[in-house]
């Protein structure tokens, strides 16, 4: 009989039919404590910001000091990339809806779905055109 190593037990987190895996896993809020533009900010974080991190456990929140600017959220996703949101002016219900953005999002890039390329996985039956083969053009 072979033996099993623990490590061949391993299983690694993937999206399925039988788990989820959510694609944030940092929210950083950035607000100034004296600027007017941060106040609607500095409110949601006073009185929603503990029912946020109840209702998401697996998100890790920050909130940091952020002197003199205007205030933005962060989110960081499991693909190392970020998302970067301004909250200067708007209301609170405004500002959850970007925080259910940032939530919802799985931080990949934006892609467009008009424009989008056409790639061939077989070469064009006339071959690759190069000005070197061509006639030239008599005057």
């Known amino acids: 009989m072979a033996t099993l190593f623990r490590g061949q037990l391993r299983s690694f987190p993937a999206n399925g039919h039988a788990a989820f895996v959510p694609q944030i896993r940092k929210l950083v809020f950035e607000c100034c404590d004296r600027w007017p533009s941060s106040e609607n900010t500095r409110s949601y974080l006073f009185t929603r910001l503990v029912e946020l991190a109840r209702q998401n456990p697996h998100v890790e929140i920050v909130v940091r000091q952020r002197i003199h600017r205007e205030p ?68």
């Not at 990949?108 to 083969?133: C, D, P, Q, Y």
């Open 72 to 139: 933005i959220i962060r989110g960081f996703y499991v693909n190392n990339r970020d998302k970067v949101v301004p909250l200067n002016g708007l209301s609170l219900a405004e500002i959850n809806q970007k925080v259910h953005l940032l939530l919802d999002s799985s931080g990949a890039k934006i892609k467009h779905l008009k424009r989008r390329n056409v790639e061939s996985t077989t070469e064009s039956t006339r071959g690759i055109w190069s000005g070197l083969h061509a006639d030239r053009p008599a005057l």
